[in-house]
């Protein structure tokens, strides 16, 4: 009984002990993942929009998203292509969006029943298996339609959609193998859930439970939606409760348990390892390398914006004057944007102008930058980890500074466009404010790691003033 009992409150502490884990280390990180998954099937949408392969669900804004369903995965008539795999698709984004911005990832959220609910939504379009010969109805339709897509596409388009289908397998990828241990786990919260409502309650009597396996079992399923509600009763898990208890092999069900709530490996690691300040501060250019499917984004949309402003002065002369520069080889005149900056610490505004050639070319080498960097076998990623190590420092803050600059010259623009355009066109100008803010996540992201880097840099330098060796 003693033994029992010591068990009971060991198995409880550890299990207390894993969720804190995966609550502030684990579960962010596959939030992370699912992020980054998001804003590539975004990119991956706009693009089969803008070659009209698929049509974007018209009721889309209207559909109140309150929980985790994957799209529908039936077969359909082949001429309803566009319909039905753009309606699927606009679903699967906003369970996507509705996971990034609005769903807890928590220990105490995500229960078995739910990562069933994610398992499926995952499944539904296989990004780590993305093939036209997918068994997959959904995968296969849309693979078929990318790949086709991709081929009558430009070079910077083609290979922007390349490396966005790369990032969604991989995160797809990391996604399924953090739910794969997180579901072994949720089956000991589970069983802990049972040992702390269900048999810590008065009405549970645990003499007569310990009588034999038959009378545990009774004991539990008598007292089990008192305490557990409408949790689903798992036979296999309230065995495995009853074997740690009074089995004959309880005491290596007991260990077994234990060993896979253990989380002390993780924090020796932690002391032991001396952390790499190099490798710490590339992983901050890195994130900067996830940004050209962002900023690809951007582009095409303020490139759309500035079409439709420039629909609005194509009289016959503009027609004229720009046959006149296009035949004797005149360069076009540069376009300036008087674009208003609001200071948000102050609200003061002030009032510059933007070149427009100059902004749109900045923008594509930025992206063709970061874009360079995003894999560690890269040329470009190589040539920056041959560099002194604060030299990189100095790198990415440069380009972190840099790209806080472009975020607010993109919030003037977004609101320049939006005033700009005549009442006939303010329906046509596609808004930035989202896109802008996705970027903003990853410089965010970036920043705290250089912040990091930085913070070990004047440690190790504090402790060398003061005779402390690592």
């Known amino acids: 009984m003693e033994n029992g009992n010591n068990f009971n409150e060991t198995f409880l502490q550890a299990v207390d002990a894993k969720a804190q884990w995966y609550d502030t280390e684990e579960l962010p990180k596959i939030l992370d993942n699912y992020r980054l998954m998001h804003t590539c099937v975004k990119v991956i949408f706009d693009f089969l929009v803008k070659k009209a392969l698929i049509t974007p669900d018209p009721y889309k804004l209207d559909k109140k998203i309150s929980d985790i369903k994957a799209p529908e995965n039936e077969q359909f008539v082949e001429n309803e292509r566009s319909v039905v795999m753009g309606q699927r698709f606009s679903d699967y984004e906003s369970t996507l969006d509705f996971l990034c911005n609005y769903y807890k990832f928590s220990v105490s959220q995500i ?5 069933k609910k994610l398992m499926d939504l995952n499944n539904s379009i296989s990004w780590n298996s993305f093939s036209a010969n997918s068994n997959k109805i959904n995968t296969r339709v849309l693979a078929t339609m990318v790949f086709s897509a991709r081929q009558n596409s430009d070079a910077l388009t083609a290979s922007m959609v390349n490396d966005n289908l790369s990032k969604a397998s991989h995160a797809l990828t990391d996604i399924n193998a953090s739910l794969k ?3 072994e786990f949720q089956k000991e919260w589970y069983k802990g859930q049972i040992r702390r409502n269900v048999m810590a309650s008065p009405n549970f009597d645990m003499n007569k439970a310990l009588a034999d396996h038959a009378s545990e079992l009774q004991q539990i399923k008598k007292n089990f939606a008192a305490g557990m509600g409408k949790v689903p009763f798992y036979g296999e898990l309230i065995e495995e409760i009853i074997q740690e208890d009074q089995g004959d092999k309880k005491t290596e069900f007991q260990n077994r348990a234990l060993a896979k709530l253990s989380v002390q490996s993780e924090k020796d690691k932690k002391t032991e390892k001396r952390i790499d300040t190099k490798a710490l501060i590339m992983s901050a250019l890195q994130v900067l390398g996830s940004t050209p499917p962002q900023l690809g984004v951007i582009i095409q949309k ?13 009289s016959f002369m503009d027609k004229v004057k720009r ?26 505004k002030r009032l510059e102008k933007i070149n427009y050639q100059t902004f749109m070319t900045d923008m594509a080498t930025k992206a063709r930058r970061y874009s360079s960097v995003a894999q560690t076998n890269s040329p470009g990623y190589q040539k920056i980890a041959s560099m002194p190590e604060e030299k990189i420092a100095e790198f990415v803050s440069a380009q972190i500074a840099d790209c806080n600059k472009l975020m607010a010259i993109l919030n003037a623009m977004d609101d320049f466009f939006k005033n700009a355009a005549a009442p006939a066109n303010k329906s046509k100008i596609k808004g930035l404010k989202i896109d802008i803010t996705t970027l903003k996540n990853s410089v965010v992201k970036a920043n705290q790691l250089r912040v990091e880097y930085t913070s070990y840099i004047e440690e190790e330098a504090q402790m060398k003033r003061l005779g402390i060796s690592g």
């Open 111 to 115: 229960s078995l029943a739910n990562i």
């Open 181 to 183: 241990d997180y579901t």
């Open 302 to 314: 303020i490139t759309d914006n500035h079409d439709v402003l420039e629909s609005e002065h194509n």
């Open 323 to 348: 046959a006149m520069r296009k035949a004797f080889g005149i360069a076009e005149k540069p376009l300036f944007y008087n674009v208003t900056f609001v200071d948000q610490t102050t609200g003061e």
